[in-house]
């Protein structure tokens, strides 16, 4: 049980210590990670509006700061807002030209700080570590 407990903690203090080395790549660019998983989830919409919720589902930490976190990016002009037609409750929420420009260079940066930790697995290595994980969760 003991070996349990110690792979739990290595898994939560690995993850804490990717996203917190993600946000400081990023932090030139004004961006932290929950706004660059924001724009990566809109991108990968291909131009369809997405709701917050539709958001909300797809984020890798789940947090409800998305609304809040789409107002940033609005107000830097990055994604768009405008209501749904079908649902006056709701917003439309897109990427902007502006926003996939940046999601670019972003994407550069983040892959630039994962490349040197590519290295350290091997392809096999890396695919059981991902299916020990999702052992570990039940799927």
């Known amino acids: 049980m003991n070996n349990y407990f110690e792979a739990v903690f290595e898994i939560i203090r690995t993850g804490h210590w990717i996203t917190d080395s993600v946000s400081k790549e990023l932090k030139e660019f004004d961006i932290y990670e929950p706004q660059f998983n924001v724009l990566r989830i809109l991108r990968g919409a291909k131009g369809k509006p997405v709701s917050v919720n ?56 983040v892959d630039s700080f994962h490349k040197p930790m590519m290295t350290n697995l091997s392809s096999d290595e890396a695919e059981t570590l991902k299916q020990l994980i999702q052992k570990l969760r039940g799927k």
Do not use: F, W, Y
Not at 64 to 80: C, E, F, P, Q
Not at 81 to 105: A, Q, W
């Open 54 to 109: 539709t958001i909300l589902e797809h984020m890798v930490q789940r947090s409800s700061n998305v609304t809040r976190i789409v107002d940033k990016l609005a107000l830097k002009g990055l994604v768009k807002r405008t209501l749904c037609p079908d649902d006056r409750r709701k917003m439309d929420i897109i990427i902007t030209n502006k926003g996939l420009e940046l999601l670019k260079k972003l994407d550069k940066k």
